[in-house]
C-alpha cells in the first residue's frame, strides 16, 4: 500500500497502542524517500513478506537484539544513490518501533541498523540497555527518538 504522507493513515497499524504515531513516523520516512529519491515509499502487512522480517532479525543478530513486539508492516527498495546501490528495509512493529537495514552493496562502510520509536511508545527493554537515542522533531510524527548501529557482517 503507497503511504501517503498529506493524508496519514494508520492502515495496517491499527493493533499499536499508539497507532497515531506509528502512521507518522511511516509517513515520516515516506516524505524523506519522496522528497531525498523520488520514490513512493509502499508498505506491505509483515505476514505477506515473511522473509524480510527475518532478514532484518538475522542482521539484529549481529548485536544480540531480538525484538519481541509483533511485525506489522514492512517493506524494501534498492535505491540508486550517490553511495552506489543501497539496499533498504524497513520493518514497522505494534510497539511503535521502526527498524531500518540500510545496506549499501557495493560500500561495506555504509551500512547500518536504524531504531525510531514513535511518540509515547518506552524504549524497548532489548534495546534500553544498549542504545541511546537522540529526539528529533517531526511535523508528522511528533517527537521522533533514534538511534543505530553500524553493520559490521556481509547480509
Do not use: H
Not at 491499527?14 to 523520488?38: I, Q
Not at 532484518?56 to 552506489?84: C, F, H, N, Q, W
Not at 547500518?112 to 510524527?141: D, H, I, N, T, W
Amino acid at each position: 500500500m503507497p503511504i501517503d504522507f498529506v493524508n496519514v493513515s494508520t492502515a495496517g497499524l491499527e493493533s499499536s497502542p499508539v497507532a497515531d504515531a506509528l502512521a507518522g513516523l511511516r509517513a515520516n520516512e515516506a516524505r524523506y524517500f519522496k522528497n531525498k529519491y523520488n520514490i513512493d515509499f509502499e508498505t506491505t502487512p509483515a505476514s505477506e513478506k515473511p522473509e524480510l522480517v527475518d532478514y532484518v532479525a538475522k542482521v539484529l543478530l549481529e548485536r544480540d537484539i531480538v525484538i519481541a513486539s509483533k511485525p506489522l508492516e514492512v517493506t524494501e527498495m534498492m535505491v540508486d544513490a550517490a553511495e552506489g546501490l543501497v539496499r533498504w528495509t524497513y520493518v514497522f512493529y505494534e510497539s511503535g518501533l521502526a527498524i531500518n537495514v540500510l545496506y549499501t552493496v557495493n560500500d561495506a562502510k555504509k551500512r547500518a541498523v536504524g531504531f525510531k520509536l514513535s511518540m509515547g511508545m518506552p524504549v524497548p527493554a532489548e534495546l534500553a540497555e544498549k542504545f541511546k537515542f537522540a529526539r528529533q522533531k517531526s511535523k508528522l510524527a511528533g517527537e521522533i527518538r533514534g538511534s543505530y548501529f553500524v553493520i559490521k557482517g556481509e547480509y
